[in-house]
C-alpha cells in the first residue's frame, strides 16, 4: 500500500487536482493525507478531482480561516474504514487494510508553528499512538525539523529541534528515508510504502 503526503498550501488551483492526481495513479497510491487545505467547508470542493477513477472514501478537517486544513483520501476497495477522530491538529483514520489481519491508523497531522501549541500536540500524538494497538501511519508537516540541515531560509532552534526528537524517539516513530531528497517540498511528493 502506498501513502503520499503533501502540505498542499490551499487546495484551489485545479492544476494540484490533476498533479495530486497524476502522482496517485503513476505511484499506485491507496491512501492520499494533505495538510493546509485553507477550507473551513467541503461543500463546494469536488475531492474526486484528487483522486481520480475508482471508488475513495474521504474525511476532513476544516481550517481555522487560511490556516491548517487536513484532508485524507483513501481506497475503498483497499482500505476499509472503522473508526474517525478528528482535532483542528490532526485527523486519524483507523481500519483494516485488504489481506492484512492488522489494524492501521493513519493520522495526519498539521502542527501549529507556536512551540508550546506543539508540544501539546506532541504529547497528544504519544497518547493517541499509545492507546491504539496495530500499526500506526503518522504524516504531515509538523512545522519542525530534526537538525540544522532541514532548515532552509529560517534560523534554526536547536532546542525545539531536540524535543521534536526526543518526541520522535519516545513515540517510537521512524523517519521514512526521502531516497536522496532533504526536502519533502523540494521532492514535491513523500510515498511510503507498507507491506
Not at 502542527?111 to 500506526?136: D, F, M, T, Y
Request: glycine share 10%.
Amino acid at each position: 500500500m502506498n501513502v503520499l503526503s503533501l502540505n498542499i498550501r490551499g487546495l484551489g488551483v485545479s492544476s494540484k487536482a490533476d498533479w495530486i492526481r497524476g502522482l496517485r495513479v503513476h505511484h499506485e497510491v491507496s491512501f492520499i493525507v494533505l495538510q493546509e487545505t485553507q477550507y473551513v467547508s467541503m461543500d463546494s470542493v469536488d475531492v474526486g478531482r484528487f483522486w481520480g477513477y475508482g471508488d475513495h472514501s474521504f474525511d476532513w478537517v476544516p481550517s481555522s480561516g487560511r490556516s491548517g486544513g487536513l484532508l485524507s483520501i483513501w481506497d475503498s476497495q483497499v482500505f476499509t474504514m472503522e473508526r474517525v477522530v478528528k482535532n483542528n491538529n490532526w485527523l486519524l483514520v483507523s481500519g483494516t487494510v485488504k489481506g492484512k489481519s492488522s489494524l492501521f491508523h493513519f493520522l495526519n497531522v498539521y502542527s501549529p508553528q507556536n512551540l508550546v501549541s506543539k508540544r501539546a500536540l506532541w504529547r497528544e500524538i504519544c497518547s493517541l499512538i499509545g492507546e491504539g494497538n496495530g500499526r500506526w501511519i503518522v504524516a504531515g508537516d509538523f512545522n519542525s525539523v530534526r537538525c540544522a540541515e532541514d532548515r532552509r531560509n529560517s534560523v534554526f532552534n536547536v532546542g525545539e529541534a531536540n524535543e521534536f526528537n526526543d518526541f520522535i524517539d519516545e513515540s517510537n516513530l521512524h523517519e521514512y528515508s526521502l531516497k536522496g531528497r532533504r526536502f519533502t517540498f523540494v521532492a514535491g511528493n513523500k510515498l511510503s510504502r507498507i507491506d
